[in-house]
């Protein structure tokens, strides 16, 4: 409860800068999928109050997510009505539920952080590539279309951006360049740095509505248009507003389709949620580990309550999290509040926030894509030797131009070539026993050690009792893999520290960079 208390403000604060990001994601999601465009803002709702509240990750931030667009819109069409696509949703939701219980969140332990850094530089990229448009005032593609080749058009997202070129508006390149000024200033200016009460990304979006709507009221050419801005749905009556949401059609029960789309988004959904936690864990400052089975349970609960209430499926996504982790928070009440205030957004505001310019959204996506792929990611991961850099490359690449899971699944098979090529000679044990307060815990390394025994590792380091002593041994290893060095420098700097474990290297060579400098860590 301290560090909830200790981070409240900074958190709140946190989850306006999510909203804003989240907002015109929801509604573009909706669009590209074919379905009502509240249907996005009630899974963007529901992903961030009940999703947040009953995960375990402290930053992760659920919502509709683009890797199921063409999921959904193929299904809404093949089922013949959206009623009987959301009882697939819910079902999809029970599955995930049993997967949780049935502990299948564990195979998240086995992806190696090539591939995850890999697959967030290319989010980041993705997301530079598809907004540059939308900064320049070339709204044609949806927000939220990560796909290299868009659908409908049949254009891919280099073309787009060349046609953008010749369908800029000055106003919105204006508001966009201002926007981003605003953001680099909040980045780089100490003073500015220093206010906390006070987003960068709120301060750019006030400045964008209020630059337009001097735009408007001057009768200038540079004024930007309503087609260029938020676009949320504005009931004219309570009855228009509950209008809105839809139930399920429970009689399609016996449809055989219905349950292959149920199936499909559950997996999908789950694949990709579990992609997105290993990456939060990873992109956490304080670096936690996140019990996966109790995420993709949350999940499920998310994804059966958003199919009761008319809401497209969900699932833990990459660009909110980003930008929750980008933006200060700590905690999950920054996804919560994020959901919160989507829904006063929905109930109270709508027609002020159908005033932000797209232009104004695509400034702060472009500063969270530069973050996620910073020049500094591909030099360090460089520096990390070719059996890093590979599989690190080849990810990138294969995400930008195909898709998450596919780019995924590509570097996924690059990465377990050079790990097989390690492990061909000796295999790799591993021997724990039960431990107690005040014991002296050994773990002894055999001589190759590789990601695919990061998950018994990461499970006992995080199982061991507070006030123990523990030795590492090393001695007899000729090959520790990144990913287990890693894991073992976090725990040493951060875990180790919380459970107040006083450790003892002994072996590890200088070549694995270990830091023992913490003064309850020696070396031997």
Known sequence: MQLYSKHFKTDVLSGMVVFLVALPLCLGIALASGAPLFSGIIAGIIGGIVVGLLSSSQLSVSGPAAGLTAIVLVAITSLGSYETFLLAVVI??????????????????????????????????IIILKQLPHAIGYDVDHEGDFFFI????????????????????????????????????????????????????????????????????TGSSLAIGQEHLVNLPMPASFDEFIGQFSAPDFSAISNANMWIVAATIAAVASIETLLCIEAADKMDPLKRFTNTNIELKAQGVGNMLSGLLGGLPMTSVIVRTSANVNSGARTKVAAI??????????????????????????????????????????????????????????????VVFTDLL???????????????????????????????????????????????????????????????????????????????????????????????????????????????????????
């Open 406 to 524: 596919k780019g995924v699944g590509i570097g996924m098979v690059v990465s377990i070539f050079f790990i097989l090529r390690a492990n061909l000679k000796v295999a790799y044990f591993f021997k724990k026993e039960e431990h107690h307060e005040g014991e002296t815990v050994k773990i002894e390394l055999a001589q190759e050690v590789s990601f695919l025994n990061k998950a018994a590792i990461k499970q006992t380091l995080s199982h061991l009792p507070e006030n123990s002593k523990l030795v590492i041994n090393a001695s007899n290893s000729v090959y520790i893999d990144f990913d287990v060095i890693q894991l073992i420098q976090d725990f040493l700097k951060i875990g180790s520290l919380d459970k107040n474990i006083q450790v003892t290297l002994i072996g590890f060579k200088e070549q694995y960079k270990i830091d023992d400098s913490p003064s309850h860590v020696t070396s031997v």
């Open 150 to 217: 868009e659908k409908g058009t049949g254009h891919n997202t280099f073309s787009a951006i060349i046609d953008a070129i010749n369908f800029s508006h000055l106003g919105a390149i204006l508001v966009s360049a201002i926007s981003l000024a605003i953001l680099i200033a909040w980045n780089k200016i100490a003073f500015l740095k220093n206010i906390k009460a006070l987003p960068g990304a709120l301060v750019a979006v006030v400045v964008g509505v209020v630059i337009n709507e001097v735009f408007k009221a």
């Open 92 to 125: 999809a939701g029970a599955m995930q539920l049993l997967l949780g219980f049935a502990k299948a969140g564990t195979i998240s332990n086995y992806l190696p952080s090539n591939v995850i850094e890999g697959m967030l530089t290319a989010i980041g990229i």
């Open 337 to 398: 509040a994020h959901g919160v205030f989507l829904l006063i957004a929905v109930l109270a505001i709508p027609s002020i926030l159908n005033k932000i310019p797209l232009a104004c959204l695509a400034a702060i996506l472009l500063m969270i894509g530069y973050k996620l792929a910073s020049p500094t990611v591909f030099k360090h991961m460089w520096h990390s030797g070719k059996y890093q850099f590979i599989p690190f490359i080849a990810t990138v690449v294969a």
